[in-house]
């Protein structure tokens, strides 16, 4: 079965796979004024990471999720994430709003260390929020803060996914390390955990960490593309290792923000399916579609 090697070859793809359709766990929408400051960042990549990080998506919120129907995607998670205080409540609200006006988006979530993070998350689980992000990377924040503790106690009693980028890419934060989160996780060892990126670059690490915690789960967002394989490269048994916990993996993309077409992601996995024969054809239907779709809940 020949992996796409283009957008347009996704939806043949799928059909030859017996999918209905993809589940994208890691994507991004963003109130517009956030996302244009979010795209700046990005155009600015080479003085922050060393390497330019053209957005091969940058179009309108309408032409983004056109192109995203258009390329299977019937259920996505578009996340969100705060870089200082007083900014996840309101951030909340709006990709709550998003993801039940929206077709084919689940309502979303995230956290920061603050003294209301368990009051809105509450209130978001309770309007249906369906998965979490946390970027601590980004936010500049200790996973571990005392502050959390209540939000993680809810995310592990209701079962929600959180997907955490806790990992050192593209460039490691203070706080950044998946030995600090096993941490996070040991206090809450429930926690159904997606590790960002698989992880990247301590891919080995996020595996065992896959291995440690039942709850724990690897998205493939970026992972063992061209682009990243520069600077974090997936090591030799990647695929051998997955065969050990194939139902722990879920796709995940980064679009629209991604300097590439979607179908180089799809075209990675579909390697590593063909690396293993214990993983093959089943591999990719539980990672594309049957295991983020259990997951996010509801229908996909």
């Known amino acids: 079965m020949t992996a796409p090697r283009s957008d347009a070859e996704i939806p043949a793809w799928l059909a030859e796979l017996g999918l209905p359709g993809l589940v994208d766990i890691h994507t991004h929408f963003l109130p517009e004024r956030v996302l244009d400051k979010v795209w700046a960042y990005f155009d600015r990549a080479g003085e922050h990471y060393g390497v330019e990080w053209p957005i091969h998506y940058r179009h309108s919120e309408q032409d ?100 955490v980028h806790c990992g050192h890419g ?31 670059p301590d891919h080995d690490v996020a595996l065992d960490l896959v291995g440690a915690y039942p709850g724990v789960h690897l998205d493939t967002t970026m992972v063992g593309v061209a682009f990243s394989e520069n600077f974090a490269a997936l090591p030799a048994d990647w695929s051998a290792r997955l065969a050990d916990h194939a139902d722990r993996v879920v796709l995940g993309t980064d679009y629209p923000n991604i300097p590439y077409p979607y179908a180089e992601q799809l075209a990675a996995i579909a390697g590593w399916a063909e690396a293993d024969d214990r993983l ?14 259990k997951l996010l809940g509801g229908s996909s």
Request: charged share 20%; hydrophobic share 50%.
């Open 64 to 163: 983004r999720l056109r192109i995203l129907r258009e390329l299977g995607v019937t259920t996505f998670a578009p996340l969100v994430y705060a870089h200082k205080p007083g900014m996840a409540e309101w951030l909340t609200d709006w990709a709550v709003d998003f993801g039940h006006r929206t077709p084919g988006a689940v309502p979303t979530a995230t956290i920061f260390p603050e003294p209301e993070v368990a009051t809105y998350l509450a209130k978001a689980l309770d309007a249906g929020a369906r998965c979490v992000k946390m970027h601590v990377q980004v936010g500049a924040f200790d996973p571990r803060d005392e502050l959390l503790q209540p939000a993680w106690g809810l995310l592990a009693e209701a079962g929600i996914p959180v997907v």
């Open 170 to 200: 593209p460039i490691p934060g203070a706080h950044t390390g998946l030995d600090v989160f096993e941490q996070v996780l040991r206090r809450h060892p429930a926690l159904v955990a997606v590790l960002a990126h698989a992880g990247m």
């Open 280 to 293: 093959g054809t089943k591999f990719l239907r539980a990672v594309l579609h049957d295991t983020p779709a």
